[in-house]
């Protein structure tokens, strides 16, 4: 800083403000003789982007001779800080046979350097899927949206996948981070039921009653203990007096053929 008056008397400078008298104390340092102004120590932008200097010219008195002069200095960002993820692992579903394109789920990252600066510019990218092999997902480099890549998740295949996931500022080509990705693939009710055998046969004594009489068993692919895999047993034909019922024991799936009311000897089975 200069004064014009310092060609007719003897001029002396002074500053102060944030950087000086204020928190952080003696950043700024300025010659009084000269007015050349220094700076003493390491500044971190993300912590302090800008400092407001107000700076004096006085004469031999002591006193003002120009208006004091507010200068203002920006610190000049670095990229010293890597993005930061919100999570270090993301959770996400997502029903099996869902159309490609299906959204699973965003991610979310910050990073501390300059806002709209490309040293804040995060780009993603899958690094590794597991089970690897076909890739399942899509991630959208710039707003984070996790999507398939297919329609055909099969939870009777695959029923998780777990994604590493790289956020890299500068738009990629920087400072990067990792965090995990947890797709569970939920279950739909695309598998029938199947009868392990074609046909059953029993016998029982004439004119009793038995609580189970035989077992059903029955294969169903879809998700155990839940309604998609739970049978539901009925008859079709040869149970028009009702002497018979079947239940769903709910720990195997097996149907329970039971004897409920006694037929008739006359009548023929």
């Not at 089970?131 to 959208?140: C, I």
């Not at 080509?173 to 029938?192: A, M, P, R």
Request: net charge negative.
């Amino acid at each position: 800083i200069t004064s014009d008056f310092q060609a007719t008397q003897k001029i002396t400078y002074r500053i102060s403000g944030m950087g000086i008298d204020q928190p952080p104390f003696g950043i700024f340092v300025v010659d009084k003789n000269t007015g050349e102004i220094n700076i003493t120590a390491i500044v971190d932008r993300e912590e302090t982007p800008s400092f407001l200097i107000t700076c004096y010219a006085l004469n031999a008195l002591g006193q003002n001779v120009e208006k004091p002069l507010v200068l203002t200095v920006k610190i000049l960002d670095v990229n010293d800080n890597p993005p930061v993820f919100s999570q270090s692992i993301f959770m996400g579903e997502i029903e099996e046979n869902s159309a490609s394109n299906s959204l699973v789920m965003i991610l979310n990252a910050t990073d501390a350097d300059e806002p709209n600066h490309l040293n804040s510019k995060i780009a993603f990218k899958i690094v590794s899927q597991e089970p690897a092999g076909t890739p399942m997902f899509l991630l959208s480099r710039h707003t984070g949206e996790v999507r398939t890549l297919t329609n055909s998740l099969d939870r009777e295949q695959v029923s998780s996948y777990r994604l590493v996931v790289s956020g890299a500022d500068k738009d990629g080509e920087g400072l990067s981070t990792q965090c995990e990705c947890s797709i569970k693939v939920k279950d739909v009710n695309d598998n029938f039921p199947m009868f392990r055998e074609s046909q059953y046969s029993a016998h029982i004594e004439e004119n009793t009653l038995n609580s189970e009489l035989l077992r059903f068993q029955v294969i169903d692919w879809d998700e155990e203990f839940t309604d998609n895999w739970l049978a539901v047993y009925f008859f079709t034909s040869g149970n028009e007096g009702n002497w018979f019922e079947i239940q769903t024991d709910p720990r195997t799936n097996e149907g329970i053929l039971k004897v409920v009311k006694v037929k008739p000897i006359s009548l023929p089975w």
